[in-house]
């Protein structure tokens, strides 16, 4: 299977979820954990909230490659 270029949706979704995953990881590496600018109350399980968001940044980040990924090895994504 060859390489083929990834269409601009996939490019543009992609983009959008890793920047609001590292939007994510920045407010919370850089701001007081208790000053969040997402102002959910997100508490999942035994997890702090921001273990939470921690998480979520995890998931979202590896959506945006999991979906740039898929764009490059399937035809047409």
């Known amino acids: 299977m ?24 920045i ?14 109350e997100l508490i999942i399980g035994d997890f702090t909230q921001f273990e939470t968001w921690g998480l979520i940044a995890i998931i979202v980040l590896f959506l945006s490659w999991f979906v740039f990924y898929l764009g490059v090895r399937l035809t047409g994504l």
């Not at 269409?7 to 990881?25: C, E, P, R």
């Not at 407010?27 to 102002?39: S, Y």
């Open 2 to 25: 060859g390489w083929t270029p990834p269409t601009k949706f996939t490019v543009f979704i992609s983009f959008l979820l890793m920047a609001f995953g590292l939007f994510i990881v």
């Open 27 to 40: 407010d919370l590496v850089f701001m007081a954990p208790d000053f969040i600018i997402i102002h959910i």
